[in-house]
């Protein structure tokens, strides 16, 4: 089994490069992973992917994602803010303590 096997993480950057490698990483971790670009595809995404996880990269403020959590009610989802200067290592192995810390 893989560390993050089924776990749903939603991925919001605007930088589609760096998107990309976060979610190839996290895939191959076993996570189910959505991308969006634009506030409003990530809001998108979130109602029909509902993730446990959001990753929160370049371009993105706080008050670009918590209308996302908000959406999601009674099952917000974890939040990992990805700074532009961390490597997608960083991010899968920090979105798998913080998934494993909200299930406790």
Known sequence: ?????????LVMDRSLRRARSACRLLEGWGARVALAGTATAAC?????FHPEVIV??????SAQWHPVV????DAPPAVLEWKETAPPEDVANLALRLYAGSRR
């Open 44 to 48: 998108a995404a979130a109602l029909a």
């Open 70 to 73: 908000r959406l999601l009610g």
């Open 1 to 9: 089994m893989r560390p993050l096997d089924g776990v749903r993480i």
């Open 56 to 61: 929160s990269g370049a371009g993105f403020a």
